[in-house]
């Protein structure tokens, strides 16, 4: 799997928008970016994913550089509840078989008041 | 909006035991997987499972491990004889395609203690 590059921590203020960057110089042309965080004592839940445009759903939205080497996760407001540890992962299309996710060290995003 | 259940959400055994940790995945999933925490450390890939069949394992899934879905909705991860370094957080996972553009949904996992 293609590697990732994320910053081990990062701050946010409540009701600020936070953007999460990954870098993936790597990346291949039927990689798929996802991302998905991890809440104190939860598991792994789902964020948002995207190939080469931009995405945007109820959680959150994706920013994908135009050269895919990189992409930036945006949380509009942040919450409390927002506070975890944000991963993107690398998934390959190409076979149309890939399976497991990869997990790295993430981010962990605090949100103070 | 249904979710993925894993029981028990604290199990205690001892070293050398059997173990089974169970999990209902999505009902109408197809896909389902197992990863696990070590406490500080990254999430890892175990094992997935299709069609009653075991898709890919990781170097980890030794012949310890063992997974099977003994009815139309349990998926259970067995390890025969526990070691302490399988103290660990246990995460079930499903998803109704395998494809890599569709996300998986993980339960809350369980915390596995080997005394």
């Known amino acids: 799997d293609a590697k990732t590059t994320q910053p081990n921590s990062m701050e946010s203020n409540e009701e600020e928008p936070v953007h999460l960057p990954c870098n993936h110089s790597?990346?291949?042309?039927?990689?798929?970016i996802h991302w998905y965080r991890q809440l104190p004592s939860q598991g792994p839940e789902y964020v948002i994913h995207g190939l080469t445009s931009n995405v945007n759903n109820r959680m959150a939205s994706l920013a994908i550089a135009e050269d895919r080497k990189s992409s930036t996760l945006i949380l509009h407001r942040a919450t409390l509840r927002d506070a975890a540890v944000y991963y993107c992962?690398?998934?390959?299309?190409?076979?149309?078989?890939?399976?497991?996710?990869?997990f790295g060290t993430g981010t962990r995003l605090q949100v103070t008041l | 909006e249904p979710e993925v259940t894993q029981t028990p959400s604290h199990q205690v055994t001892q070293m050398g035991q059997e173990v089974i940790l169970r999990c209902v995945p999505i009902s109408n999933h197809l896909y389902f997987y197992w990863y696990r925490q070590i406490l500080g450390q990254k999430v890892e890939f175990l094992v997935s499972f299709y069609n009653n069949e075991i898709s890919e394992k990781s170097e980890i899934f030794d012949d310890q491990f063992s997974v099977e879905r003994p009815d139309g909705s349990n998926f259970t991860l067995k390890i025969r004889s526990t070691k302490l370094e399988d103290s660990a957080m246990y995460f079930c996972?499903?998803?109704?395609?395998?494809?890599?553009?569709?996300?998986?949904?993980f339960g809350d996992g369980t915390r596995l203690s080997i005394l």
């Open positions: 790597t990346i291949s042309g039927t990689d798929y």
């Open positions: 996972a499903s998803s109704g395609q395998l494809l890599s553009n569709q996300p998986q949904h």
């Open positions: 992962i690398l998934r390959d299309g190409g076979s149309g078989t890939a399976s497991k996710l990869t």
